[in-house]
């Protein structure tokens, strides 16, 4: 099975300050890579899907990028909304694996 | 407008076999492309993919799991039904479903989920 590793696992940023996440997935998996964010207590919230496209209604700071094993997803300016959990997942082909996710907070 | 629903119960005893229905609207499963995959997150851990069944009725698993896992549909209901044997407490978690159209998104829309605990 391919496994898709996050990092950082957490971070801490400004308000305003560009945060990037990475996944890496162990083999390619082309562009079917999805970011989702997921407040405490809610459910998880589709972001991003083939690598860089952004979901309807996802404000415009967030972006994707990468292609094959490596992946982004950037905050270009953080706001306190932002604090959430943010996942990656597979979807090239099954098991749909989860990266392990990034715990992100607003110092 | 696309919506999904969990049920199932709530409290399951060790070593019971739990079935959970996903009830969603908007969309069906007999649509090329039109798939549904269940995803579960213990307290304070991450989300963990478990199964998905697809338009043609073909059904993937969980590498881990896939000896305690049937994952069924319904197209006449719009439901998608699994099924979890041999329940421990390590399977304590909420239990979500979601859709994915083949090849093209995954996870655009959720259930609410279904917290499931397992204890005596």
């Known amino acids: 099975d391919i496994q898709m590793t996050q990092s950082p696992s957490s971070l801490s940023a400004s308000v305003g300050d560009r945060v990037t996440i990475t996944c890496r997935a162990s083999q390619g998996i082309s562009n079917y890579l999805a970011w989702f964010q997921q407040k405490p207590g809610k459910v998880p919230k589709l972001l991003i899907y083939a690598a860089s496209t952004v979901q309807s209604g996802v404000p415009p700071r967030f972006s994707g990028s990468g292609s094959g094993t490596d992946f982004t997803l950037t905050i270009s300016s953080l706001q306190p909304e932002d604090v959430a959990t943010y996942y990656c997942?597979?979807?090239?082909?099954?098991?749909?694996?989860f990266g392990g996710g990034t715990k992100v907070e607003v110092k | 407008q696309v919506s999904l629903r969990e049920s199932g119960p709530a409290l399951v005893k060790p070593t019971q076999t739990l079935t959970l229905t996903c009830t969603f609207s908007g969309f069906s499963l007999s649509t090329s492309g039109m798939c549904v995959s269940w995803i579960r997150q213990p307290p304070g851990k991450a989300l963990e993919w478990l199964a998905l069944i697809d338009w043609e009725d073909d059904k993937y698993y969980n590498t881990s799991l896939k000896t305690r896992l049937t994952i069924s549909k319904d197209t006449s209901k719009d439901q998608v039904v699994l099924t979890m044997t041999n329940m421990g407490p390590e399977d304590t978690a909420t239990y979500y479903c979601a859709r994915v159209i083949a090849a093209a998104v995954v996870g655009d829309y959720w259930g609410q989920g279904a917290p499931v605990t397992v204890s005596s």
């Open positions: 997942q597979k979807y090239d082909t099954a098991p749909l694996t």
